[in-house]
């Protein structure tokens, strides 16, 4: 009787009966569920009906022989995998050829030796099992490979639409900028050039410091046209990689400054290009501030990147300022709407007499 768990089902195909008793109650004494039919049309019915694990298939029996009935189970696609191991009488002629050709996986023959016959059934089980196992791990494997094409997809969709809100956060910063400073200067400019119209046939001497003021305000104008006409550009790197605008705009500085920063850069994971040019620019506009504002003798420019974040770091030894009350001087909102807008933090630490220090951290985004 079959006792415990089941090593598995399988139907025996074979005309005499007494082949049948005894192969049945070899299997089901080794705790295996089995079926047992005497006929080809039969064994085809079962095996579509509850495909079994392994079948044992005599070859010589009458209307259907074991080939045949062999051939007929792998062209179904619902029984074409299971092992098929063929019955044959030591006084009887196996093709052995044939039988491989058409499908079987192994034989053995009669008087069964119990031993063997036990060995072999369990060979094609195991290795059953392994390809079924393999090919469970081959399907998760399809689809962690579907899965991770699909989440590199959102990725690079999360970083256009990124790219594309940075850009136009940077155009509405633009336009806050021309209204702010190149709105003012047009202003101040009108009301001087209105006020020495009016002094020139009274006196002239006034009309032309007023003449003059207009002229300054005029220049200052035109420079912050120039400034954000200079912003505007969707890419200020233009293809170039981040290192190499960096060390441009450190050139540049030293150039119109005298003074070298001190640079430490480690660029060696790559981010997007929208967390690339708020780099850009954050460096661009401090370097700004400092040649204009800050009279610095000493600049330290750090930026590192991690598996998981960009960071950066902007440190000048100048006069500084009262960060309190300066939250949005300086460029500092423009800078501050640049890193929120993909996602990153910013922190500015400054004080009257003791410099600026600026600090950006970008995480990676992941889908």
């Known amino acids: 009787m079959n006792s415990g768990q089941s090593k598995g089902d399988i139907l025996i195909v074979d ?30 019915m079962g095996a579509q009906a509850q495909p079994p694990d392994l079948i044992l298939l005599d070859i010589n029996m009458p209307d259907m022989n ?34 491989f050709s058409v499908g079987g996986v192994d034989y053995i023959t009669k008087p069964f030796q119990e031993e063997e ?7 094609q089980l195991s290795l059953r099992q392994m390809r079924a196992t393999l090919q469970t791990q081959n399907d998760r494997l399809q689809q962690a490979e579907a899965e991770l094409r699909r989440a590199l997809a959102q990725e690079r969709e999360l970083n256009q639409r990124i790219e594309e809100m940075t850009a136009l956060e940077e155009r509405n910063r633009i336009a806050r900028d021309i209204h702010d400073s190149l ?9 001087q050039m209105e006020t020495a119209l009016k002094l020139w046939n009274v006196d002239l001497d006034r009309a032309y410091e007023f003449l003059f003021e207009a002229k300054q305000l005029g220049s200052e104008a035109l420079n912050a046209v120039r400034k954000s006409v200079a912003h505007i550009r969707p890419d200020p790197l233009q293809g170039q990689l981040l290192e190499k605008a960096i060390a441009a705009l450190t050139q540049d500085f030293h150039h119109i400054t005298g003074i070298a920063p001190e640079c430490y850069i480690d660029l060696s994971l790559p981010f997007s290009n929208s967390v690339n040019t708020v780099v850009y620019r954050i460096v661009q506009e401090g370097l700004t501030n400092i040649s204009k504002h800050a009279d610095a003798t000493a600049i330290q420019l750090q930026i590192q990147t991690t598996p998981t974040e960009l960071s950066l770091t902007l440190q000048d ?36 007499g003791n410099g600026c220090r600026i600090t950006a951290r970008f995480p990676r985004v992941t889908a």
């Open 317 to 352: 030894n100048g006069r500084g300022f009262c960060i309190d009350g300066n939250q949005t001087g300086f460029g500092l909102q423009g800078v501050r709407e640049r890193v929120l807008a993909v996602g990153g933090q910013l922190e500015i630490t400054s004080e009257l």
């Open 183 to 191: 709105g003012h200067s047009l202003v101040g400019l009108n009301i």
């Open 66 to 99: 074991g080939y045949d009935v062999c051939q007929h189970l792998k062209a179904n696609p619902l029984t074409q995998d299971i092992p098929i191991i063929f019955i044959s009488a030591l006084n009887e002629v196996l093709d052995k050829v044939k039988a």
């Open 117 to 123: 016959v036990f060995a072999r059934i369990e060979t």
């Open 15 to 44: 005309d005499k009966p007494d082949n049948l008793r005894l192969l049945s109650a070899m299997l089901t004494e080794r705790s295996y569920d089995v079926r047992a039919v005497m006929n080809g049309s039969t064994a085809l």
